[in-house]
């Protein structure tokens, strides 16, 4: 049995282990953000297909199962929409360390859900999981992504310049944001 929870409830979301039955409707959740999506997201530059959406569901579930990466749809609580993913995309056990990642679906940013997520699963990893440090990486352009990690808290560590290239063959400066406890942190 996985350390990695199948589930994780907040007022709003239910952060939830995908099936094969979502991803018909986790490919529309991408689809219409796709735009969003291609300009932050390796894997979004081009339109998913249905056939590659059912197979990042199983290798998610595989992952879960192996404890080695923990991609959770968003999916909001009252009509049970998938809005989004989140989750811990990079984890080492050995300090243990989380790295939370996430997306939303374009229409439905700048409502909190990604930080009400982003809350969620950081007090997941210190609470449950031990975590001696939780932190989020994003491109140093993707300002919507970094506010959402100063407004929980999280500290600005550094700055990575050439770090990787993005989706369109330039290089990203990576931003990372770090916390060590809990108490670091401001629930939204």
Request: with cysteine.
């Amino acid at each position: 049995m996985s350390r990695l929870p199948r589930e994780i409830r907040t007022r709003r979301l239910c952060l939830r282990l995908p099936s094969e039955d979502d991803a018909r409707a986790l490919n529309t959740a991408i689809a219409a953000s796709q735009e969003a999506l291609s300009r932050w997201m390796d894997w979004a530059v081009e339109p998913q297909t249905l056939a590659q959406t059912t197979e990042f569901i199983r290798g998610s579930l595989d992952g879960w199962s192996q404890e080695k990466a923990l991609n959770l749809l968003m999916v909001t609580a009252d009509d049970d929409e998938i809005i989004g993913a989140t989750g811990y995309p990079r984890l080492d056990w050995s300090v243990p360390c989380f790295e939370i990642g996430y997306w939303c679906r374009s229409d439905r940013t700048g409502r909190g859900y990604v930080s009400e997520a982003t809350w969620a699963l950081a007090r997941h990893a210190f609470e449950s999981l031990a975590a001696n440090r939780v932190e989020l990486r994003m491109d140093e352009k993707n300002r919507q992504s970094w506010a959402v990690a100063e407004r929980l808290g999280f500290r600005h560590e550094a700055t990575l310049r050439n770090e990787v290239r993005v989706p369109h063959g330039s290089l990203r400066d990576t931003r990372i944001y770090g916390a060590v406890s809990l108490r670091e942190l401001v629930s939204p």
